[in-house]
């Protein structure tokens, strides 16, 4: 169940993002992102929709953050 709330999430952030509506795909991955912290690609949608919704610090600060988790649990950077 929670595997498919998660995809659910992604899901509902994609579908709001190309609707143009960022803020709300942003709150979509942010809550994928609390249910696995490690899952790559939303770190990746919720870069992009920072950056359209013209919050380019927003984006930079999730790239961060996931750097630094990604090198404190796996030694390594995202891709």
């Known amino acids: 169940i929670v595997n498919e709330f998660r995809d659910l ?3 509902l952030a994609d579908a709001n993002a190309a609707l143009g ?3 709300e795909a942003i709150k ?3 809550m994928a992102l609390r249910k696995d ?3 790559e690609s939303v770190y ?3 870069m992009q929709f920072h950056y359209c919704n013209g919050e380019k ?5 999730v790239y961060r ?3 630094k988790l990604f090198e404190e649990l ?4 995202p891709t």
């Open 9 to 11: 999430l992604i899901y």
């Open 21 to 23: 509506r960022y803020p």
């Open 28 to 30: 979509a991955c942010e």
């Open 37 to 39: 912290p490690l899952l």
């Open 44 to 46: 990746r949608r919720l």
């Open 57 to 61: 610090g927003c984006a930079l600060k």
């Open 65 to 67: 953050d996931c750097s």
């Open 74 to 77: 796996f030694e390594e950077s």
